[in-house]
């Protein structure tokens, strides 16, 4: 790509996320350039990629009318002004030292997702979020400044963080207390993609729960704002609206929406968000593959398997975990018994390890529905029931 072509994408991307971020507070043209001090023409021009916002000054002002978040403009190749980090005087110094203390605690909060990820520990990835969360809501009630939305943005995904672990453990409403506290703050911080994730949550909570047409309803009321989210978002929340409608035996809502969720994986790039977020080709196919595993098409599934075992033959441990489970259900439904069952008390051992109640119960939904189909007298069957037993 020429450098010209480069410079051409980057105008007509930003002028896509001035738009959106524009369209959220329900501005017009004309709204946004009088706050911004230039014309509507020069605003429409921008937004179409018309014109070129090269200035640094200009980017800066306009992010902060808009309140763009700094990922959305690196996304873009667009940058604002490094961070002011000494005070002219005294009544700066609290929010230049907490704006330098919270940027990198961003980062902290998603990449306690990874280490719990890995090794499998509840507890201390608990404990840091719990005094994160504590140190942060102490701050917001004390000071208003410059540093106020960075600290409302993690603490954003603090509590999207401790939501998940709570629905690993199948503890649904203190989840969703979570869930909710993110989508106020996402409110706040008029952040599209918080208030996308944490509704997305939400309506996987849902589904969990039995409730298929609340879990589909939220995912389709989205609608409105998903449309400016970005595309790692509306990812997303197709692989969960494609894994609700496999759970309930919708084939054809399922094939739809997955194939969106695999348009989405192929444009965005792997980066600390993807994994954060478990959105890319891989995590994609997985789901792809456990939907045709619930939908009684294991043969399919396995295709996949085979496929993503030479794709990615190492995962950390709760990754595998819940990996070797989904395997163990496509083979015990393809009616390969004792693969399967072996591959299930893995998972259990594995779930077992790192406390995962969400991927015992998963072992546990898989032996409810071959209890109800001629496998139920299966040797491998007793097995696996002694081993949910705690055998």
Known sequence: ???????????????????????????????????WGHTREY????????????????????????????????AIGKTRPPTKLLADKPSEAN??????????SLATAKLSWLLWLADGKNQPVVESLEGMIENLEGALTK?????????????????????????DQLRFTQASGHFQEMFDLGEELHDVDIMCLA???QADVQRKRGRYEAAVKILHRMQPIIDVASTLVQGVRWQILARAHAAYGFSAEFLDAIQRAEECAHLV????????????????????????????EPEKALEIYAYLDNLKPFRPMRALGSYTIIKAQAY????????????????????????????????????????????????????????????
């Open 95 to 104: 929010d230049i030292l907490l704006q330098t203390l919270l940027e990198p």
């Open 269 to 296: 790039k792997d980066n600390l968000d993807t994994q954060y977020n478990q959105f890319n080709r891989i995590e994609v196919l997985q789901e792809k593959a456990q939907g045709h595993t619930l939908l009684w």
């Open 143 to 167: 000071y208003h400044g410059q540093f106020m939305k960075p600290a409302q943005k993690v603490l954003a995904y603090a509590h999207e963080m401790m939501g998940r672990i709570a629905y």
């Open 332 to 391: 015990s439904y393809s009616g390969d018994m004792e693969k399967g069952v072996k591959l299930a008390v893995r998972g259990i051992e594995l779930a077992r390890h790192y406390g995962s109640q969400r991927h015992i119960s998963r072992v546990q939904a898989m032996y409810d529905r071959l209890n109800i189909t001629k496998l139920r007298n299966h040797k491998a069957m007793k097995e696996l029931h002694a081993v949910l037993m705690g055998g």
């Open 1 to 35: 790509m020429s450098e010209k072509r480069h410079l051409e994408f980057n105008s007509n991307e930003f002028g896509k996320l001035v738009r959106s971020f524009r369209l959220q507070r329900g501005w017009s043209q004309g709204d946004l350039a009088e706050r």
């Open 199 to 201: 509704q997305i949550h």
């Open 43 to 74: 605003v429409s021009l921008i937004e179409r990629g018309k014109r070129k916002v090269d200035k640094l000054e200009q980017i800066s002002r306009l992010a902060e009318i808009l309140e763009i978040p700094q990922e959305r403009l690196d």
